[in-house]
């Protein structure tokens, strides 16, 4: 004989009367207050979903031109989105070819540096990028930051290039990384430090810094250069 069902006193759903007697009267998710989270994530991945959808729309729109120009992005609603895409495969040209940041034009190079930083340094601090392949380019970064607005990053990223031996970076992975667990077990607390300023930029504290917002401008300024160099 099937169990007797309940409903929801929250949500409505269907639920067992053996829950129902557990919760109050709720379900699972309700009842341990968990289900505005499941659905707003589920509100995210469909908006993430249909943005992923028509970046690719846009993209393909705009690669019909021989050489797309930085301004071709501007008139999109997520225009680093769409053109993010664009510069790591002219930067990739193959499934496992080298790095040729070469391929790209002098501003589409810089919206890379900068992207490239602000991946890596948001997704595991200042000793991801710099052990990662992005790392060799820190120093041009540096001046890419600079190139944009973006003060208080170059600042932050000068600080920690200035730990390396001579305040140099090597661009050989090996040696970049020996150079770093040097500087960690120098001053381990430095590029922490330097990790928690940068989250602040974004997020909080009396100083302010949207990259996002300044290669936007960044690109309105070099809207008629195109992503390639060739």
């Known amino acids: 004989m099937p169990e007797e069902k309940a409903t929801c006193v929250d949500c409505g759903v269907e639920i067992l009367a053996t829950t129902a007697a557990r919760t109050g009267g709720k379900c699972i998710p309700c009842h341990r207050g968990t289900r505005a989270q499941m659905e707003e994530s589920k509100r995210w991945e469909a908006e993430n ?18 050489r797309p120009e930085l301004g071709d992005f501007l008139a999109e609603d997520d225009p680093l989105g769409v ?12 499934p496992v070819g ?26 595991g601090g200042f ?11 820190a120093h041009e970064a540096h001046k890419a930051l600079m ?3 973006a003060v208080e990053t170059s600042r932050l990223l000068e600080k920690a290039m200035a730990a390396f031996a001579d305040g140099r970076v090597p ?14 077990g120098r001053r381990p607390e ?12 974004e997020a909080k504290g009396p100083v302010l810094e949207d990259l996002g917002e300044l290669l936007l401008a960044f690109m309105r300024r070099h809207a008629t250069t195109t992503v390639s160099a060739a």
């Open 171 to 184: 661009t050989t992975r090996l040696e970049r990384n020996n150079e770093l667990d040097a500087v960690e």
């Open 49 to 66: 979903r249909k943005r992923r959808r028509l970046n690719d729309q846009a993209r393909e729109r705009i690669l019909q031109k021989a």
């Open 147 to 149: 190139e944009v607005g």
């Open 127 to 137: 000793p991801q990028y710099f052990s990662n392949s992005a790392g060799q380019h």
């Open 190 to 201: 430095l590029l922490d430090g330097l990790d928690k300023e940068f989250y602040a930029l």
């Open 83 to 94: 053109l993010w895409p664009v510069i790591v495969d002219t930067v990739f040209p193959g």
């Open 98 to 123: 080298p790095e040729n940041i070469d391929a790209l034009g002098s501003a589409a190079r810089v919206v890379y540096l900068v992207e490239c930083l602000a991946v890596e340094v948001n997704n």
